[in-house]
């Protein structure tokens, strides 16, 4: 059977709305939710303001009220009878313990063999296409494209969740848009062989 790493924030949870929302409510400036991932928000709100939005999203209470993308729960569950679903998040464990209550709150954390963080305990990541690799996954789709972007990672499948994006992204060619769930789900079943088990 495949495997599959999905990120959470911002892939499952739609950590990115209520980002766009913190920073039109604290700053003054309005980012479609496409670019609240970290690669395409810190060039626009800087690097401190982008840190002060994380440190409350990412906490409990913001995190158990996030909701999911559109189709992610039913496709989540869809997939889980094709494929080894694994969460690949860069969450330290801490944090990790409050998506892991989302997954259960949404009864979908039973659709994941293992929850994974690229946080090491110090603090510093390990690649989450390294951890992909050691793992032997298959296939990695994030919201942020500099999880993707890694040389050297030619047999992992890269996918970018970009729900609501319509152009003006210079990514490398390996490198698939996928701008909702239903589009995924269609993806794997067309280049995974998911019927395969
Ligand atoms: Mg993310």
Redesign the pocket.
């Known amino acids: 059977m495949k495997k599959l790493a999905l ?5 499952i949870a739609n950590t990115n709305i209520i980002k766009s929302a913190l920073i039109r409510e604290k700053f003054g400036i309005t980012i479609p939710p496409w670019q609240c ?1 970290h690669t395409l928000c810190t060039p626009q709100i800087g690097e401190e303001a982008y840190r002060e939005i994380s440190s409350i999203v990412f906490e409990e209470e913001s995190t158990l009220a996030t909701p999911p993308l559109n189709g992610a729960v039913e496709t989540i569950q869809k997939l889980a009878e094709k494929f080894d679903l694994y969460l690949l998040t860069a969450r330290p464990e801490r944090r990790l313990v409050y998506a892991r209550q989302w997954l259960i709150n949404y009864r979908i954390e039973r659709c994941f063999q293992k929850l994974l963080s690229s946080r090491l305990p110090d603090g510093g990541f390990i690649l989450k296409l390294q951890i992909c690799q050691e793992n032997q996954l298959d296939l990695l789709i ?3 494209s500099r999880h993707l972007t890694v040389p050297g990672y030619e047999n992992i499948l890269r996918l970018l969740m970009k729900d609501g994006y319509e152009s003006g992204l210079d990514l490398p060619e390996e490198v698939i848009i996928i701008s909702n769930w239903s589009m995924f789900y269609d993806f794997c079943m067309e280049n995974l062989n998911g019927s395969d088990v």
């Open positions: 990120d959470f924030d911002g892939t991932d994030d919201d942020d």
